[in-house]
């Protein structure tokens, strides 16, 4: 059975930094494309980060710059890496994976940038 279990959410101040973490079960993270979504309250989910099975990654516009995806294989977890945080990054953060067609997320974890 499928599971992704975000972690790493909470309260920040701006400028502060997070790091986001997705641990993958159930499925082969080897062969699995792995995204970070974000979604901020009243608009629609955009994708902010995607690395597929290698090292390739890319980034929204919004995201370039600041943020980092990685993933451990060894530990079948994919990260996200905000730096800078603003308000505007304030959103509800999916992982995502996409194997064999099929998408797979977790629950959310939330990331409110606040003074």
């Known amino acids: 059975q499928v599971q992704l279990v975000e972690s790493g959410g909470g309260l920040v101040h701006p400028g502060g930094l997070l790091k986001l973490s997705c641990a993958a079960s159930g499925i082969i993270f080897s062969i699995s494309a792995m995204n970070w979504y974000r979604q901020a309250p009243g608009k629609q989910r955009e994708l902010v980060a995607t690395?597929?099975?290698?090292?390739?990654?890319a980034y929204a516009a919004s995201a370039k710059g600041r943020f980092t995806i990685s993933r451990d294989s060894a530990k079948n977890t994919v990260y996200l890496q905000i730096n800078s945080l603003k308000p505007e990054d304030t959103a509800v953060y999916y992982c995502?994976?996409?194997?064999?067609?099929?998408?797979?997320w977790g629950q959310g974890t939330l990331v409110t940038v606040s003074s």
């Open positions: 995502n994976a996409r194997m064999g067609g099929d998408d797979y």
């Open positions: 690395i597929p099975p290698g090292v390739n990654t």
